[in-house]
């Protein structure tokens, strides 16, 4: 038990799909992250919440959106996605943000 | 700015072989460094950290050593075992633009341990 839980574990969606990919953390921590993780290439970090507030956004397309209602849930929502867009995606989450960070299992998401 | 270089693999070793997987950095001060491993079919976990120069983190059987006049932090263990294959990844924390700090990670190396 990691103490941070991610679903789906898999998801499969087509191009006109919408979806939200969960995360949740029973560490009680401040900081939230997404990471993409695409084969043979690094670990892109995507989303930074510190306290409920995004604190960095890297160029990330707008198809991907995301949530923080609280500390300890994030969500990605999903709309209109490439095939490129298939990947790994982590949430993780830390102490303060920099800090340590501990990561879910992942969702693996297929867009066809 | 800053950067964090693996050795690219895949690194493959036959079981109580002797492991060393290079990192080097470019940062701005003297950062705090981790090593996170990446198991199959799973999310990344801390295996191990230096917050300042010349500290030797060490877990399992891993140790790396924060070198600043090389800024290396290079990842070893004595002996190898099959359970070891997994990605591992080097990993800086730096300040990001907006003031606050960020983890900054390399490409990751596969290791796979042979029988």
């Known amino acids: 038990e990691t103490g941070v839980t991610q679903t789906p574990r898999h998801l499969v969606m087509g191009m006109t799909n919408k979806k939200s990919l969960k995360c949740e953390q029973h560490l009680g921590h401040n900081a939230m992250y997404w990471y993409k993780q695409s084969a043979k290439k690094p670990l892109e970090l995507m989303f930074v919440y510190s306290l409920e507030e995004r604190v960095e956004n890297n160029s990330v397309p707008s198809r991907f959106s995301p949530e923080c209602p609280n500390s300890s849930h994030l969500f990605l929502h999903l709309h209109t996605l490439q095939p490129e867009d298939s990947a790994l995606y982590l949430c993780a989450s830390s102490r303060r943000e920099g800090d340590e960070q501990f990561f879910g299992p992942g969702t693996r998401l297929t867009v066809l | 700015g800053n950067s964090v270089t693996q050795m690219e693999g895949p690194v493959t070793l036959s079981e109580e072989a002797f492991l060393t997987i290079n990192c080097t950095y470019t940062?701005?001060?003297?950062?705090?460094l981790f090593w996170y491993v990446q198991y199959p079919g799973e999310g990344l976990q801390l295996l191990l950290k230096a917050t300042k120069a010349d500290d030797k983190g060490s877990n399992k059987g891993f140790e790396a050593t924060y070198r600043k006049e090389t800024t290396s932090f290079h990842l070893e263990k004595g002996s190898v075992q099959v359970s070891d294959s997994a990605v591992y990844f080097c990993?800086?924390?730096?300040?990001?633009?907006?003031?606050?700090?960020?983890?900054?990670f390399g490409a990751g190396t596969r290791l796979a341990v042979h029988p």
């Open positions: 940062a701005t001060g003297y950062p705090s």
């Open positions: 990993a800086l924390r730096a300040q990001g633009a907006g003031g606050y700090n960020k983890l900054i």
